[in-house]
């Protein structure tokens, strides 16, 4: 909880779908008794300082892209994506107003499976300072093979992601031609709702 105006009010976080692991992290942190109300994205021009939009773009099942720019403009509130399924190239979201960037480091950006880590980026050096302090106290620093991978990895990332990127659009525009499916959820694809924002 933190102090608004003359009373306590609750921290808010507009979420909406999305990874399962997150939604288990936040049951958890608001099982603490932690000051948390879960709030719709659509909330976020209401939201201020202290509070947190959780962006995920594209979001995991249905590959919903969020206009992270226009949500950033729209708020008082962090905006924290998580990039795991568009990693650089395909996005560059602190450079649209994210305050933090998050990745599962297991999935694209170690490209292999073959590694266990997670990224959080910021362009804000005391918010950089904040997440490394968590992270130590957490006792969550990635080990030296891990680590060891990860730097192998990200030395192919721009080529990996812009061929997978490549050969996932041919993907989805031969099963959308095909007719066998009701719909295709791929936000490169024109017929999607999300293709001018992606």
């Not at 921290?11 to 779908?17: F, H, P, Q, Y």
């Not at 950089?128 to 992270?135: A, E, I, K, Y």
């Amino acid at each position: 909880a933190r102090a608004r105006g003359r009373g306590i009010e609750k921290t808010r976080l507009a979420i909406e779908g999305g990874y399962h692991g997150t939604h288990m992290a936040i049951d958890a942190l608001r099982a603490t008794g932690a000051g948390l109300e879960v709030v719709p994205p659509e909330a976020a021009p209401d939201l201020g300082p202290g509070d947190v939009v959780w962006l995920e773009t594209p979001r995991n099942p249905d590959a919903r892209v969020y206009d992270v720019a226009g949500i950033a403009a729209s708020t008082g509130a962090a905006v924290v994506c998580d990039a795991t399924f568009a990693p650089p190239p395909a996005q560059r979201l602190l450079d649209v107003g994210a305050a933090l960037v998050v990745h599962s480091a297991t999935k694209f950006l170690g490209g292999h499976s073959d590694l266990l880590a997670g990224v959080v980026c910021s362009r804000d050096p005391e918010l950089g300072d904040l997440v490394r302090l968590q992270r130590d106290a957490a006792g969550a620093s990635p080990g030296s093979l891990d680590t060891w991978l990860l730097l192998r990895s990200l030395r192919t990332l721009d080529l990996r992601v812009r061929r997978q990127s490549a050969t996932a659009l041919a993907v989805a525009r031969a099963v959308e031609a095909s007719g066998l499916a009701r719909s295709v959820l791929y936000p490169g694809l024109e017929s999607s709702a999300d293709y001018a924002v992606a």
